[in-house]
């Protein structure tokens, strides 16, 4: 058969039912491979991302790629700027074990995102089965966004100072669950954590106290102003004790890593990547 660019369009033109790893090729003819869903509500969904914790109490430091790996810094307001530029990095089987960010992140045109959260280091043969939540928007909102979360972060820049909470937080869609709830959601982050988010969204784009800007609120809609305890992915400086908040997974471990007191993060939501698909 002839590449196609995503895995829906590989489940329309060629009628591939079962999830793997396919090889395609963007508009400018770069080659990758890719995982696809091809089951979950009819399939057609690319993985096109993971963000992964590497080590929680390195600060901006190596792995640190959603965020910042040079250190948290006034001067590096946007950090790595990995969710508005073509860096690539990782690969498919690795994306429980390091970060992923394949061409099809700026490549495909979709209209719908799924997420996993998977157990680090989980085979890819199980990432489905083992995954503590599974969850995608039906509402076609990156439609109007430019198709993809590259188009959507050039019009909400991941960068310190550009806005302030929560009148500048960026665009929100309802999700609808695969595996999992919105308790479940509850359960996995810190007990003061709960007043300030509503689960059952993904939101993009929200700021905190300090103006850090925070990349991806995945399975809530943030309220308050302290996201940096459930909000993955940032630019990279966050003023408040800097640098404790910076990182890919920010201040999950702000009252001790995996604790779920106060603020803290469980150890299992700690501890998982987020997988992220296009559809
Ligand atoms: C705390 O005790 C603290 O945390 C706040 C953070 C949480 O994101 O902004 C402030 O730093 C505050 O000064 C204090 O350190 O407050 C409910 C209050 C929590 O962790
Ligand atoms: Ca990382
Ligand atoms: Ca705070």
């Given at each position: 058969y002839n590449l196609t660019r995503s895995c829906l369009e590989l489940k329309e033109k060629y009628h591939f039912t079962k999830d793997?790893?396919?090889?395609?090729?963007?508009?400018?003819?770069?080659?990758?491979?890719?995982?696809?869903?091809m089951t979950t509500d009819g399939g057609g969904w690319t993985l096109i991302a993971s963000v992964h914790e590497n080590n929680i109490l390195g600060k901006c430091t190596t792995g640190d790629r959603w965020s910042s790996q040079q250190g948290g810094n006034a001067s590096s307001p946007?950090?790595?700027?990995?969710?508005?530029?073509?860096?690539?990095?990782?690969?498919?089987?690795?994306?429980?074990?390091?970060?992923l960010k394949n061409p099809g992140y700026y490549d495909i045109k979709a209209s719908d995102i799924s997420i996993w959260h998977v157990p680090n280091d989980t085979p890819l043969s199980s990432w489905k089965d083992a995954a503590i939540l599974r969850y995608h928007t039906k509402t076609n909102f990156l439609q109007q966004y430019g198709g993809n979360l590259y188009q959507l972060f050039h019009q909400y820049p991941v960068e310190y100072n550009k806005g302030k909470c929560p009148d500048d937080n960026g665009p929100l869609s309802h999700i609808t669950y695969d595996f999992g709830?919105?308790?479940?959601?509850?359960?996995l982050y810190g007990p003061l954590s709960h007043n300030e988010f509503e689960p059952g969204y993904v939101q993009f784009r929200v700021f905190n106290n300090?103006?850090?800007?925070?990349?991806?609120?995945?399975?809530v809609k943030y309220n308050?102003?302290?996201?940096?305890?459930?909000c993955i992915g940032g630019?990279?400086?966050f003023p408040e004790?800097?640098?404790?908040?910076c990182g890919d997974f920010t201040a999950f471990d702000w009252n001790g890593v995996g604790t779920h007191q106060s603020w803290s993060a469980s150890k299992e939501v700690t501890e998982a990547a987020v997988l992220i698909f296009y559809r």
């Open positions: 793997g790893v396919h090889l395609f090729i963007t508009s400018n003819g770069e080659l990758y491979q890719a995982f696809c869903d946007a950090g790595d700027r990995s969710w508005s530029n073509f860096a690539t990095f990782g690969c498919t089987e690795g994306a429980t074990s390091d970060d709830s919105d308790e479940k959601i509850q359960q300090e103006k850090a800007a925070l990349a991806m609120c995945s399975g308050g102003c302290n996201s940096e305890h459930v630019g990279g400086y004790a800097s640098p404790r908040q």
